[in-house]
């Protein structure tokens, strides 16, 4: 089974954020009050190259939290872990403190 997962070219390995399901009182919050569909990322590719051959580097770092879209990405599991790999094109955005 493979410990690390380098992407190629322009893609991104993320793992989404699952918010918490229940606050610290105990109270169950419902699915629609979730915060937004986020992931950090883990792992990033070199980037992508033009037709004059030049490289395009990747929009973002490992560490950085990202908006993702609703749907779209492929899902990978390894070591019992669920990710999800994007390309640098499909996320949304950036998110900061």
């Known amino acids: 089974m493979a410990k690390r997962l380098i992407?190629?070219?322009?893609?991104?390995?993320?793992?989404k954020i699952v918010p918490p399901s229940k606050t610290s009182a105990g109270i169950l919050l419902p699915e629609?009050?979730?915060q937004l569909n986020s992931?950090?990322?883990?792992a990033v590719g070199p980037?992508?190259?033009?037709?004059?051959?030049?490289?395009?580097?990747?929009?973002v770092k490992e560490g950085?939290?990202?908006?993702?879209p609703e749907?779209?990405?492929t899902q990978i599991?390894?070591?019992d872990k669920e990710f999800h790999?994007?390309?640098?094109?499909d996320i949304l955005g950036i998110l900061h403190d």
């Open 85 to 89: 790999l994007f390309r640098d094109e």
């Open 64 to 68: 950085d939290h990202v908006l993702l």
């Open 71 to 73: 749907y779209g990405g």
């Open 77 to 79: 599991k390894l070591d």
């Open 32 to 34: 629609k009050s979730s």
């Open 39 to 42: 992931g950090k990322v883990i």
């Open 7 to 15: 992407p190629c070219f322009n893609r991104i390995l993320v793992e």
């Open 47 to 59: 980037g992508s190259r033009d037709q004059a051959g030049n490289l395009i580097p990747v929009s």
